[in-house]
């Protein structure tokens, strides 16, 4: 059973980097337009402008 | 775009100065929120933000397509606000300058630390609930002594920290209850946690086999989702609301003493001071004419539908229209004894007595707590007199505590609500507070303002067989060229549908345009030659512009609202419904006996102040009636505060929409049938909740008070009812086709 006092903190600290993950994505402003970053993520502005389709 | 749409006056707009909205911060750069008004897809989102960031220096321009807001940062000190928003404007949308205010950037704080909670509980609770269902199975089979005081202090050290940070919304509210003397569903909340807290921790310190963290920190986790939930929907609906003030006119032109304007917002104008009001604009302010003579029309203030003439020395009031030329005012306070005051007075008085109100939760949260606490404490008392000993009766005691803390309770109310306004969010009703839904499923008398609420506030004319076809087509162009307000009811009628070449607008008097070698004119009596006293007395009651082909002689063209275009159906919808309905109006008797007619509506009175419809709706509740009172003007605000529930057409005066429970979007007043129809279903959903709350609790009670509640059983109980209560209230929801005869 020994092996569970290496199991239980290593459980613990995966978890904790989800938290971890989700508090700093909250902290960055990535939840306060989720209908704009749906649409953001079709929207092709990383190509060059000529390659870019005429909407 | 058309002409109407485009800046009243573009030279005005340059000289106009923003940059009160503008936060600049020593050594940041400065900073300007926008609320854009056309946005419809991600391309006018691209659009926008590649204008405003091809401007020099600007470091950010981000649109953030839920609230329809734009977010602009930049370093370069020659830039204005007014360039921004001339660059919006260029792209062809219409931005207004946006005072966040206190009150919302407090919310937004309130959110982020209501979802950090929410995201530690949910961690806690995962990590928790694995230890403790290996504990319940080991507990069965083998499970060591040793084993199960690690996992559970590995709990408590989980458990503890969560509960002292995901608590605070509970403990800090439960807190401001018992202060005032008072008991909210927050008290058991608290004590519940607390205790399985105190407890769990006492029985893994003597090595027993059961603890309670679990079930602790799951409480937490399933009680933040309602909380957060409901707070989202309602930051939601009051950005909304805001952006609409913000379109509105919260702003004036605040005038130097070298005679400069600048656009500041409202909050920036003090006492004393000299604002400008360009012909066709809506007034931000009381005050008194300083400069100009022409015509507002008061009806947002009154109700009263014929247009005022001021000259200097005349008080006009916020919200009034500017009909003729250009006026300048000198900013006063509420007088004591003008009508802003008296309206004022009369709002604070109804929203205390507005606050009264207790909502459904808070009534059952008084019956509950002592109710659960009595049985806990006689728990106790039954098991010592039993004969049990002293460490069985109190954890028996704790057991029965924490099967009954109000989970399901907690959740029936505000998973319904959320659900349902979200539902009415669709139909285009915002609420503005949590209970109104209860409210309104009480409603059975409904009582309209007629002038914008049973009318559009936009003009239409009354009299269209006074001009011939082409006159009339003729006018309809003309009026296309112009800004004043009253010519938006002429536009429709505009065929061609162009302007006419080389039209000019006299800014409050009217236009002027040369047609087959003749003047054609459009506008004031004074601008179309009228001279004749008697002609102007046979339209008494109306608002007028005047046509005038040539030296043909002039003709009057009478300018009303038209009734909203459903307003028949609403009002004879809500009679098959056993409701009553009267008509409140500050307009004079024609006009609203005409409307009160056509509507079918016996119950009208006209002429009122609003100390009388305060009156009236204070006499209807005084009968038991539960009063729905619907109306726009600033004479409708006392009112609004004062009838049991209220609600506002968007186009409301911001006071009557700050005194009212709902507002409701676009020309049709279905919304005023759709809110009473979702909020019975809504109500009868939150009655059956509550009833679900408590046949869980006649179950579990006993078994706890009998001794036989293990965590396991705990947990079980809790979740279950949590997600039964909370799937029906998704039935809250209208179903396809909203069902018109709800219960």
């Known amino acids: ?36 970053a749906a649409h953001r993520v079709l929207l092709d502005d990383d190509l060059p402008p000529e390659r870019r389709s005429k909407d | 775009m058309s002409v109407v749409d485009s800046p009243a006056n573009p030279a005005l707009v340059d000289s106009r100065r923003l940059d009160g909205f503008v936060d600049r911060a020593d050594g940041a750069p400065a900073r300007l929120e926008l609320a854009v008004e056309g946005i419809r897809c991600a391309g006018c989102m691209v659009k926008i933000e590649t204008a ?28 204005t606000a007014g360039d921004i928003v001339r660059a919006v404007e260029d792209a062809g949308f219409r931005a207004y ?5 206190a009150l ?16 530690v509980a949910a961690f806690a609770s995962m990590n928790i609930m694995l230890l403790s269902v290996s504990v319940w199975s080991g507990n069965v089979s083998d499970i060591t002594t040793e084993t199960r005081d690690l996992f559970h202090w590995v709990s408590a050290l989980i458990a503890l920290p969560t509960a002292a940070y995901a608590g605070q919304p509970f403990f800090r509210s439960a807190i401001r209850a018992l202060k005032a003397g008072q008991l909210n569903m927050d008290v058991p909340i608290s004590l519940g946690v607390l205790l399985a807290l105190g ?39 009051r950005a909304m609301a805001q952006n609409l003030a913000a379109l509105k006119a919260d702003r004036a032109l605040l005038m130097a003493n070298n005679g400069s304007v600048s656009e500041v917002p409202v909050s920036q104008v003090g006492e004393g001071d000299l604002v400008f009001v360009p012909a066709g604009e809506r007034l931000a302010v009381d005050g008194v004419v300083e400069m100009g003579t022409g015509e507002v029309d008061q009806s947002f203030v009154t109700g009263e539908t014929a247009s005022h003439p001021v000259e200097p020395g005349t008080t006009v009031y916020a919200g009034s229209l500017n009909l003729g030329a250009a006026l300048t005012l000198r900013v006063t306070a509420a007088q004591s004894g003008t009508l802003i005051d008296e309206v004022q007075g009369l709002l604070d008085r109804a929203l205390e007595a507005r606050h009264r109100y207790v909502d459904l939760a808070d009534r059952a949260a008084k019956l509950y707590a002592p109710m659960v606490h009595t049985l806990a404490a006689a728990t106790v008392i039954g098991w010592l007199l039993l004969g049990a000993g002293w460490e ?17 309770l907690g959740l029936a109310v505000p998973a319904v609500q959320v659900v349902a306004s979200g539902a009415l969010f669709k139909s285009g009703v915002l609420l503005n507070a949590g209970n109104a839904l209860e409210r309104f499923a009480e409603v059975d008398t409904v009582v309209f303002d007629k002038t914008g609420t049973l009318t559009l506030p936009e003009p239409e004319i009354a009299n269209a067989n006074a001009l011939s076809g082409d006159d009339l087509a003729l006018a309809g162009r003309l009026a ?10 002429l536009q429709p009628h505009a065929a061609p549908n162009c302007p006419v070449d080389g039209a000019t607008e006299t800014a409050g008097q009217g236009i002027v345009a040369n047609v087959d070698d003749t003047d054609v004119r459009l506008g004031s009596a004074a601008f179309c030659g009228v001279t004749d006293v008697n002609l102007r007395a046979a339209h008494a009651d109306r608002s007028l512009m005047w046509f005038r082909r040539g030296d043909d002689a002039p003709v009057a063209i009478e300018i009303a609202q038209a009734l909203r275009c459903d307003a028949t159906e609403v009002v004879a919808d809500l009679m098959s419904r056993d409701i009553r309905v009267e008509i409140l109006s500050g307009d004079r008797d024609g006009p609203v006996a005409e409307a009160a007619d056509q509507l079918g509506v016996a119950d009208w009175q006209a002429g009122l102040s609003p100390k009388d419809k305060i009156a009236h709706v204070e006499r209807l509740a005084a009968e038991g009636r539960k009063v729905m009172m619907v109306g726009d003007g600033l004479n409708d605000a006392p009112a609004l505060a004062a009838a049991h529930v209220s609600l506002s057409p968007v186009t409301a005066v911001h006071l009557s929409q700050a005194a009212s429970d709902a507002v409701f979007l676009g020309v049709s007043l279905k919304p005023v049938t759709t809110v009473l129809t979702v909020s019975r279903r809504a109500r009868s959903i939150m009655g059956q909740n509550l009833g679900l709350a408590t046949i869980y609790n006649m179950i579990a009670v006993p078994i706890a008070v009998m001794g036989f509640v293990t965590p396991l059983i705990a947990a079980l109980a809790m ?8 799937l029906n209230a998704l039935r809250a929801r209208p179903a396809g086709r909203p069902r018109e005869t709800a219960a």
């Not at chain 2, 296309?480 to 009811?489: E, G, T």
């Not at chain 2, 979740?719 to 909370?726: E, R």
């Open chain 1, 1 to 36: 059973m020994n092996v569970l006092l290496v199991l239980i903190p290593v459980a613990l600290f995966l978890g904790g980097l989800g938290l971890v993950a989700f508090l700093w994505s909250l902290k960055r402003g990535q939840y306060e337009d989720l209908e704009g």
């Open chain 2, 52 to 79: 405003v960031d091809a401007l020099p220096g600007v470091t950010k321009a981000r649109l953030n397509f839920s609230t329809r807001r734009l977010a602009v940062e930049w370093t370069e000190a020659g830039l």
């Open chain 2, 97 to 101: 300058p946006f005072d966040p205010g």
């Open chain 2, 104 to 119: 919302e950037a407090a919310e937004d704080l309130e959110a982020r630390h209501l979802l950090r909670c929410l995201a």
């Open chain 2, 199 to 237: 407890m769990s921790v006492a029985q893994t310190l003597l090595s027993r086999h059961h603890a309670y963290f679990d079930s602790a920190v799951m409480l937490l986790f399933f009680l933040l989702i309602g909380r957060y939930l409901d707070q989202s929907m309602r930051r939601r609906t």
């Open chain 2, 392 to 408: 069985f009766s109190i954890v028996t005691a704790i057991a029965v505590l924490i099967i009954t803390c109000p989970c399901a």
């Open chain 2, 480 to 489: 296309l060229s112009s800004r004043h307000p009253l010519s938006a009811a």
């Open chain 2, 719 to 726: 979740s279950g009812s949590s997600i039964i209560v909370t």
